[in-house]
T-cell receptor, first 111, second 116 residues
Framework: SQQGEEDPQALSIQEGENATMNCSYK?????LQWYRQNSGRGLVHLILIRSNEREKHSGRLRVTLDTSKKSSSLLITASRAADTASYFCATVNTGFQKLVFGTGTRLLVSP | GAVVSQHPSWVICKSGTSVKIECRSL??????MFWYRQFPKQSLMLMATSNEGSKATYEQGVEKDKFLINHASLTLSTLTVTSAHPEDSSFYIC????????????FGSGTQLSVL
């Protein structure tokens, strides 16, 4: 099962630009997490934001959460070619323990 | 950070055979492990959730007799694809969590299964 959708599906930018990815979900959540996946590899956890939080920062990453709109955004500032990857949001729904992923955004950062 | 080891990284097998994939948490006790399946350029689809010492909880549409999951210890979970067919070819990824729902997951590097 999939919880929600991300947009854009694909994003192509130049190094130094900011990248913004959006995630929408359907049910009430305990928390929302963002992961990164390089091609054909496992996933790396980027950041977790709890349902009672509105914004979190980690290095060049900024995540917002709007539970009233059931949406989240991931901002990568001053992007680098090494940021090229697929980015997924995932939610832990209230009352459950499983982590359900969104559809993902493929980010390409050109030098 | 915590490490989850998944083996094998890739496997090619004949149709009708069974394949076992192992997922180990190397430096923490994984109370909960999750198995996901991913087709090319698609998202991760949760197959099942397993808690140590109890039966796995399968997602709707996932055949529990085809995808056998065992979580016999706090550091090891296995997924066995029984009587594999070409449509089972996919990328399988395990993940593990040491605590409650507000803890992050650590992922294995995945297993690419190709069934001929």
């Amino acid at each position: 099962s999939q919880q929600g959708e991300e947009d854009p599906q694909a994003l192509s930018i130049q190094e130094g630009e900011n990248a913004t990815m959006n995630c929408s979900y359907k049910t009430s959540i305990n928390n929302l997490q963002w992961y990164r996946q390089n091609s054909g590899r496992g996933l790396v956890h980027l950041i977790l934001i709890r349902s009672n939080e509105r914004e979190k920062h980690s290095g060049r990453l900024r995540v917002t959460l709007d539970t009233s709109k059931k949406s989240s955004s991931l901002l990568i500032t001053a992007s680098r070619a090494a940021d090229t990857a697929s980015y997924f949001c995932a939610t832990v729904n209230t009352g459950f323990q499983k982590l359900v992923f969104g559809t993902g955004t493929r980010l390409l950062v050109s030098p | 950070g915590a490490v989850v080891s998944q083996h094998p990284s890739w496997v090619i097998c004949k149709s009708g055979t069974s394949v076992k994939i192992e997922c180990r948490s190397l430096d923490f006790q994984a109370t909960t492990m999750f198995w996901y399946r991913q087709f090319p350029k698609q998202s991760l689809m949760l197959m099942a959730t397993s808690n140590e010492g109890s039966k796995a909880t399968y997602e709707q549409g996932v055949e529990k007799d085809k995808f056998l999951i065992n979580h016999a210890s706090l550091t090891l979970s296995t997924l066995t694809v029984t009587s594999a067919h070409p449509e089972d070819s996919s990328f399988y990824i395990c993940s593990a969590r040491s605590g409650g729902v507000n803890e992050k997951l650590f992922f294995g590097s995945g297993t690419q299964l190709s069934v001929l």
